[in-house]
């Protein structure tokens, strides 16, 4: 079946350093999704990429898919506290609403 | 508030127990899914339900069974569990594939105890 990887696992930053999240697929992508889930709360959705090679910003956020669609990043510039959280991707695989998550990145920020 | 509501939010429960776990949802929405959260993997997708017919079990235990009663409303019953099956369990929600906006929206878990 279809695998969403992620990486890195783990990243801790210095408040202001910037970071980036990667996301692959094993297979193509209809759209691809982005969560947060702060600690000890829930996902919350962030955005959804559709079109090949798609970019869109949010603030300080920058989602990227791939022209394979198969690829997608999350890049945050200047970090701040509030920052902190595990990043998801996620897609949907062959299955009738079957949306898969990747591992998660959980972002530490120092201040 | 994501508008899918979850009850309880924290369970404790003995291994002989059953119990279960309650999802509501009045955004609209026709699709809903279980998934497991543990401290070491990744969200695992258990169940998914469209316009209330299961569509998707991972392979998931006997020991846990879903119930769409409506589109509104998704059970986790649960009996039997095992020490291992203690993590958070999230409900979510959205509309169907083929929808323009797919985003899931999430409850706020309940955090699983088996003793």
């Known amino acids: 079946g279809q695998q969403v990887m992620q990486i890195p696992q783990y990243q801790h930053v210095q408040e202001g350093e910037d970071f980036t999240t990667y996301c692959n697929s094993s297979t193509t992508l209809s759209n691809i999704q982005w969560y947060k889930q702060r600690p000890g709360g829930h996902p919350v959705f962030l955005i959804q990429?559709?079109?090949?090679?798609e970019v869109k910003k949010q603030k300080r956020l920058t989602f990227q898919f791939g022209e394979a669609k198969k690829n997608s990043s999350l890049h945050i510039t200047a970090t701040q506290t509030t920052d902190v959280g595990t990043y998801f991707c996620a897609g949907f695989s062959g299955g009738y609403n079957k949306l898969i998550f990747g591992a998660g990145t959980r972002l530490a920020v120092h201040p | 508030e994501t508008g899918v509501t979850q009850t309880p939010r924290h369970l404790v429960m003995g291994m002989t127990n059953k119990k279960s776990l309650k999802c509501e949802q009045h955004l609209g929405h026709n699709a809903m899914y279980w998934y497991k959260q543990s401290a070491k993997k990744p969200l695992e997708l258990m169940f998914v339900y469209n316009f209330k017919e299961q569509t998707e079990n991972n392979s998931v235990p006997s020991r846990f069974s879903p119930e769409c009663p409506n589109s509104s409303h998704l059970f986790l019953h649960l009996h039997t569990l095992q020490p291992e099956d203690s993590a958070l369990y999230l409900c979510?929600?959205?509309?169907?594939?083929?929808?323009?906006?797919?985003?899931?929206?999430f409850g706020q878990g309940t955090r699983l105890t088996v003793v």
């Open positions: 990429l559709v079109k090949s090679g």
């Open positions: 979510a929600s959205s509309r169907p594939t083929g929808w323009e906006n797919t985003e899931a929206f």
